[in-house]
């Protein structure tokens, strides 16, 4: 993909684009969020672009981290973590000033300068969810990816369905319990979720990288797995299980007024025995029990409507920037909406970037059109 000309602030042109890449954070996909940021840390062409490396503790302190990229991966079972090196980073608040600025160990105070865009490769609440875009509005920086809005509102499973359904696209059949609904009337909600054809998968509604998701066959395993996925949210999907092959496709919006870009489909296949779905465990950490294949097989009649109701999907929500948007194909080539991820993985292996391998766009290419399409953004409402 060839760089086009884009209108870069002010203190960009006296230099290369200052990029910070932040990461980590305070949900349970921190360490997912590291590996990610190693790769696109090793990604970023350092001749058009100075990086400036901020994580997130799990604790929720914004630190400058050094550039140990190896200490940022995953090593077999040992998730990464963000360090908390003391080296806190303050982040202005609009105004006047943009200044980041380092309060070091001892109490001293240095600026950091100020960054031309942010890249927030944060998973999960605290990050993806429209937090950290919120910050980053307030403090008149541009990012990477989606805004406020369809951050919050694809982060959210119950209200991107409401969404997605309102204006026609395809979706499965669920029941969403809130936390007060549980309290309130438990076995109401039971009867509801056994409304639905077994198998059902049970989830947190604000979480991602099957965090907390539970596959259940019977419904005397209901209740529990409720009880599960509650630990990770007080608002819970039960989803009936869909029987077919799980198709994704990558977006990226479209330069200037141009339609978002759709890459190749791809598709995502268990074949490890001690999985039987796609959970937290398969994604990382038991490589070999999963097959990315991109891009796949599938009839032009699918393929195009996985790429209509991917675009839909992409311009309803308000996306910008990127988002992976995964469907159902049943056997009967029916293409049923399971949901989008506005943040979704990003190191080279993760599905995101395959498709787009696919489609003859490479990482580093992928990396660089996204900070591209972050500097030419406006600043403000838009």
């Given at each position: 993909?060839?760089?086009?000309p ?12 200052r ?16 590996a ?33 990229l ?98 026609g ?16 009337d ?118 195009e ?6 675009r ?44 787009w ?26």
């Open positions: 993909m060839t760089s086009q884009s209108t870069l602030p002010p203190s960009s042109v006296r230099g290369r684009p990029v910070a890449v932040v990461f980590g954070g305070r949900s349970e996909e921190h360490a997912i969020s590291c990610t940021a190693a790769s696109v840390l090793r990604a970023i062409d350092p001749e058009r672009y100075e990086v400036v490396p901020i994580g997130i503790t799990r604790e929720g302190h914004w630190v400058l981290v050094d550039d140990d190896d200490a940022l991966e995953i090593h077999g079972s040992q998730l990464p973590s963000v360090p908390d090196t003391g080296r806190q980073v303050i982040v202005p608040l609009g105004g006047l000033d943009h200044q980041l600025r380092l309060v070091e160990t001892d109490g001293s105070t240095t600026d950091l300068g100020e960054v031309d865009v942010v890249f927030p490769v944060l998973h999960g609440p605290f990050g993806e969810d429209g937090t950290i875009q919120g910050l980053l509005e307030l403090a008149d920086i541009r990012y990477v990816g989606c805004g406020v809005l369809a951050s919050a509102a694809m982060m959210d499973k119950h209200v991107m369905k409401v969404l997605f359904a309102s204006v696209l395809p979706v499965g059949p669920y029941v969403v319990i809130t936390d007060l609904s549980w309290r309130r438990r076995a109401a909600c039971l009867d509801a979720a056994n409304a639905l054809r077994f198998p059902v998968f049970v989830k947190p509604a604000r979480a991602g990288s099957s965090v907390g998701v539970v596959k259940v066959d019977h419904p005397d395993e209901l209740e529990a797995a409720v009880e599960k996925a509650r630990d990770h949210d007080p608002k819970v999907l039960v989803e009936q299980g869909i029987v077919g092959r799980e198709i994704e496709c990558g977006v990226l919006q479209g330069r200037g007024s141009a339609a978002p870009r759709i890459s190749e489909c791809g598709e995502i296949t268990v074949v490890g025995a001690g999985h039987e779905f796609y959970d937290f465990e398969a994604k990382y950490l038991d490589e070999d029990s999963v097959r990315i294949t991109a891009p796949t097989q599938v009839s032009d009649a699918v393929r409507e996985v790429h209509r109701i991917a839909a999907a992409f311009e309803v929500a308000g996306c910008e920037g990127l988002a992976r948007v995964d469907c159902f194909v049943t056997p009967d080539e029916q293409v049923v909406l399971n949901e989008i991820n506005t943040m979704p993985g990003f190191t080279p292996f993760s599905m995101y970037p395959q498709v391998a696919a489609s003859g766009v490479s990482y580093p290419e992928l990396v660089d059109e996204l900070l591209q399409l972050a500097l030419a953004r406006p600043l403000g409402l838009r």
